[in-house]
């Protein structure tokens, strides 16, 4: 499947989201402003783009592993999602786990986005729900080994 994401450039300065290699399923976001993270701190951080999103799909934001490893800096709501009807900047929540503080600099790739399908859902309220082999457990329930 196929989908046209159109993106809008807010200032000159915008970089489009970029697939770094064919069949990679997220784009690379780019930071389009400076600034300093410190340790145990978010950040916003604006991208510059806004973007219209195919009916029936949304946009997932997700951390970037090589961030999350060599700086330990990662997107805090992970993943966010940009709805459909979304037609503001994206930006992204950067947080940072390290213990030194993390410069975002300008066009640096924070983030990157999946665009994904939504299905359509009717929500039946019942008294009943039918049985499982999991039942309610949950939390840990199944253990570690």
Request: hydrophobic share 35%; proline share 5%; aromatic share 4%.
């Amino acid at each position: 499947m196929k989908y046209k994401l159109k993106v809008k450039l807010l200032n000159k300065d915008a970089l489009l989201p970029l697939q770094a290699n064919k069949g990679d399923a997220g784009l690379d976001l780019y930071s389009n402003e400076e600034k300093v993270i410190m340790p145990g701190e978010a950040e916003l951080i604006s991208t510059g783009i806004s973007i219209e999103l195919p009916e029936g799909t949304e946009a997932q934001v997700r951390p970037r592993s090589g961030l999350a490893l060599k700086h330990s800096v990662t997107v805090l709501n992970s993943p966010g999602t940009i709805d459909e009807g979304y037609r503001g900047e994206i930006k992204v929540i950067l947080i940072n786990h390290g213990k030194d503080e993390f410069k975002v600099e300008k066009h640096v790739r924070i983030a990157q986005m999946v665009i994904a399908p939504v299905p359509k859902v009717e929500l039946v309220q019942v008294e009943e729900l039918s049985g499982s082999a999991r039942g309610e457990g949950g939390f840990g329930s199944s253990g570690l080994k």
